[in-house]
């Protein structure tokens, strides 16, 4: 399958690395990104929850890992990154991985509306 970009909103990275403690070998190492599946903070609600009697509202986190080597892309976070994507098949499940990411701009947030006293 061909890949395709999307702008998502990333709300952080952390590298990490996983040493053999009997050997000292690093077995993995990489970047793991949380990111909501949106550009953009506006109020979701889940209708086909909320059709079956389920409470879904707001965003949902994803958590993705890429190579160590992609680090120097993570400029700042929050902030808006195009991901660069393949749909892959994995047993019987369709899935998305994410392949690159490539910096956009930082995200603000913004209040639209004063809370009531």
Not at 4 to 27: D, H, M, P, W
Not at 54 to 75: M, R, Y
Not at 93 to 101: F, H, P, T, Y
């Amino acid at each position: 399958m061909q890949n395709f970009k999307q702008t998502f909103l990333f709300l952080s990275a952390q590298s990490y690395r996983i040493v053999n403690e009997a050997t000292g070998e690093v077995t993995n190492e990489g970047i793991s990104l949380r990111y909501i599946t949106s550009d953009s903070l506006d109020p979701v609600v889940d209708e086909m929850a909320t059709s079956r009697g389920q409470l879904s509202k707001g965003q949902k986190v994803v958590k993705v890992a890429l190579p160590i080597t992609k680090l120097e892309k993570c400029k700042e976070f929050p902030a808006l990154y195009d991901a660069t994507m393949k749909f892959s098949v994995v047993g019987d499940k369709q899935q998305i991985q994410v392949l690159d990411i490539d910096y956009v701009g930082l995200a603000k947030l913004t209040v639209d509306k004063p809370r009531p006293n």
